[in-house]
């Protein structure tokens, strides 16, 4: 059996989603706050689907984002202490991060 085949884009300010199941395609639109519910739930089910249980009722998406950017965050603070840098400039730092890893 092959494997099914998959494509995801924005376009016009919707995502389409496209799946080739052998040689069939269905496609479908969501507008932008439906495709952040579709992903939350697709997220949550693949969460549980890989480790046999439920995440905790936290985002799946701000876990990982979480994991991966507190060591990031926490190393450029140390830095900016080291070099005395003001908490506007810590505070503009940690924001550009966190949305330029979120979005």
Do not use: C, W
């Amino acid at each position: 059996m092959s494997q099914d085949r998959f494509e995801i884009v924005e376009r016009d300010g919707k995502v389409f989603i496209s799946i080739d199941n052998q040689g069939v395609v269905v496609s479908t639109a969501f507008p932008p706050e439906q495709a952040l519910e579709v992903a939350e739930t697709l997220a949550k089910h693949a969460y549980h689907a890989h480790n046999g249980f439920d995440a905790k009722d936290t985002s799946v998406i701000a876990d990982r984002l979480r994991a991966r950017l507190t060591p990031r965050i926490s190393l450029m603070l140390k830095s900016m202490d080291e070099q005395k840098k003001g908490y506007d400039y810590k505070a503009q730092s940690v924001v550009d991060v966190v949305l330029t890893e979120a979005f």
